[in-house]
């Protein structure tokens, strides 16, 4: 039980260009699900919270215009990365929080974005 | 502000030994604790979590809780060399799943 898809595993695009990634509970309701953003050889940072049916909340420091949430079913969350730049380049991780359970969250397999 | 805080590593433990990882958190009003298990280019994985004082054992592992002194530990029994991985604490403060994260601890096992 507890399992995370995301979607693409891994995606190339032209600076300027938008990406779409997908992230869905399979086997669970998910009120709530993050955000994660990772450079090499870094922690995990936590880019934004989304709950199904409202705006998300983003972390201080990320642009809100710049990574589009949308959390519109309690199993499907989106991160648009919309005119990506190189330095957008990183490992997006989602995770997603099952309810009736003791807080803890499920990952899914993370989308590793290269902008050229 | 409410932190978690972890010996970044790396820790070396020979194979079959025990690994020892610490965890120390600052909110006293944080009510779940977690370990997770991130190997290089991947996705965090869950190993167990905790909320009552004392231990928690599954399997190999075990989760040690003190609220009194604000830490949480891991022991890892036997360890393999595929236990080699970071090793991710987060605390929960018991409300909408957010985690405060910390930056983890480098666990090499050594055959």
């Known amino acids: 039980g507890a399992v995370v898809s995301q979607h693409p595993s891994w995606v190339i695009c032209k600076s300027g260009t938008s990406v779409k990634i997908e992230c869905r509970s399979l086997?669970?309701?998910?009120?709530?699900m993050f955000w994660y953003r990772q450079f090499p050889k870094q922690s995990l940072m936590l880019m934004a919270t989304?709950?199904?049916?409202?705006?998300?909340?983003?972390e201080q420091g990320v642009e809100k215009d710049k990574f589009l949430i949308n959390h519109a079913s309690l199993t499907l969350s989106t991160l648009t990365v919309t005119s990506a730049h190189p330095e957008d380049s990183s490992f997006y991780i989602c995770s997603a929080g099952d309810r009736g359970t003791s807080g803890e969250q499920y990952f899914g397999p993370g989308t590793r974005l290269t902008v050229t | 502000q409410k932190e978690v805080e972890q010996n970044s590593g790396p820790l070396s433990v020979p194979e079959g030994a025990i690994a020892s990882l610490n965890c120390t958190y600052s909110d006293r009003g944080s009510q779940s604790f977690f370990w997770y298990r991130q190997y290089s280019g991947k996705s965090p994985e869950l190993i167990m979590f905790?909320?009552s004082n004392g231990d928690k054992e599954d399997g190999r592992f075990t989760a040690q809780l003190n609220k009194a002194s604000q830490y949480v530990s891991l022991l890892i029994r036997d360890s393999q060399p595929s236990d080699s991985a970071t090793y991710l604490c987060a605390v929960n403060l018991g409300s909408n799943y957010q985690l405060i994260w910390g930056a983890g601890t480098k666990l090499i096992i050594k055959p």
């Open positions: 989304s709950n199904e049916g409202s705006k998300a909340t983003y």
């Open positions: 086997d669970f309701q998910a009120t709530t």
């Open positions: 905790i909320y």
